[in-house]
């Protein structure tokens, strides 16, 4: 069975500080990995998405993920957060055709003081 | 970009009756639907895959009898909470994919409340 472990539920950070969220999965098949934001009071966004190729993937608004197989992870970064990032942030493996029977895990609360 | 709606997006229902949620893929099509339970300040559980046309497959320890799910079109998927109990009152989200892209896109969720 899958499982996906978000070590950070709660971040506090500072505008212009870097983030990383930490992601960590465990699933023996092939891996689709997705990281998704939830705004105050709207429905899940993709962010960026992992399948196959470059571990190093870049998604919208800045952020980008790392796919590192040995160690089973999917950290999310962003050099430089903006008040507008306060959101929760979901990360996911992916089983299924296109990956898209998802297990989540428990999210992480941003809030960027400004 | 691809709007996914549910209706209602809020419900409260007394213990004992059935509700039925909506999700509609309102510019695409979907062949294939998802649907997610949310608890308070825990993350989204999958319950079930939906296809059009065929019968859902649901999650292990989810009652299909008690959860039904319908996808009789392309664009719409429901599901309908039967003989609801205090314990059903969750945050329940749809998701649908494109049947082109494969991507998938998540509706706004309806707050389910069993008095």
Redesign the interface.
Known sequence: AQSVSQHNHHVILSEAASLELGCNYSYGGTVNLFW?VQYPG?????LLKYFSGDPLVKGIKGFEAEFIKSKFSFNLRKPSVQWSDTAEY?CAVGR???G????????TRLMVKP | GAV?SQHPSRVICKSGTSVKIECRSLDFQAT?M?W?RQFPK?????MA?SNEGSKATYEQGVEKDKFLINHASLTLSTLTVTSAHPEDSSFY?C?A?DGKT???Y????TRLTVT
């Open positions: 998704y709207q429905h899940l966004q993709l979901f299924g055709n296109a898209n029977m998802l297990t989540f895990g428990g999210g | 996914v294939t998802f997610y825990q993350s989204l559980m999958l895959t989200i998701s994919r494969y991507e998938q998540f509706g706004p969720g």
